[in-house]
């Protein structure tokens, strides 16, 4: 049973700068696209970033130019560095495949952008 799991949440103020961690129990990070997705109070869970096993990648106009998501195949993790952080992108993030695979939901991992 795949399980992941995200860390590297937490408090920043607006400007700054986290980058989080998903790390999978065993190999699935070379096979499949991976996402991370994030889900504010009251609002549905979307898309942030996607890279495929060819390291190809993509971001939602939101987070473009201050996000950058990378994957190591070796160490079966995906990385989301955020950068210009807004009190907008606070939310809690997860990680996924794409298409999603709702077995793989994990706790996320809580960013909170305020002053």
């Known amino acids: 049973q795949v399980q992941l799991v995200e860390s590297g949440g937490g408090l920043v103020q607006p400007g700054g700068s986290l980058r989080l961690s998903c790390a999978a129990s065993r190999s699935i990070f070379s096979i499949y696209t991976m996402g991370w997705y994030r889900q504010a109070p009251g609002k549905q869970r979307e898309l942030v970033a996607g890279i495929n096993s060819g390291g190809s990648t993509n971001y939602a106009d939101s987070v473009k130019g201050r996000f950058t998501i990378s994957r190591n195949n070796a160490k079966n993790t995906v990385d989301l560095q955020m950068n210009s952080l807004k009190p907008e992108d606070t939310a809690v993030y997860y990680c996924?495949?794409?298409?999603?695979?709702?077995?793989?939901w994990g706790q996320g991992t809580q960013v909170t952008v305020s002053s």
């Open positions: 996924n495949t794409r298409p999603i695979q709702t077995r793989l």
